[in-house]
């Protein structure tokens, strides 16, 4: 966090189950810090959070641009980050 508020970020890249803090945590605190970043959130880890619910799914209700899961192909990442980069909007944040 500390690296993203002195250089800021258009997008981000974030794997909901490698962070040291919940991953659904994460994205809902991207969001309230930066509103406009774009968050690609990414999950090859079965898909179930709490109550079974799909935790991509609810990383996408919470604040996540858009999602992928793995397995996925390179050119995958890139088609995702290219669409979301040029999404209206997108721009690069700083925390002030």
Avoid: H
Wanted: charged share 20%; hydrophobic share 50%.
């Amino acid at each position: 966090m500390a690296m993203l508020s002195q250089c800021g970020a258009d997008l981000i890249i974030y794997d909901v189950f490698i962070a040291e803090m919940d991953g659904i945590e994460m994205i809902q605190l991207l969001k309230s810090i930066y509103p406009a970043v774009k968050i690609l959130a990414i999950s090859g880890g079965g898909g179930a959070w709490r109550n079974g619910l799909d935790i991509l799914e609810v990383g996408k209700m919470l604040g996540a641009t858009e999602t992928l899961a793995k397995p996925f192909e390179m050119s995958q990442v890139l088609t995702a980050a290219r669409r979301l980069l040029a999404l209206k909007g997108a721009g690069v944040e700083y925390l002030n």
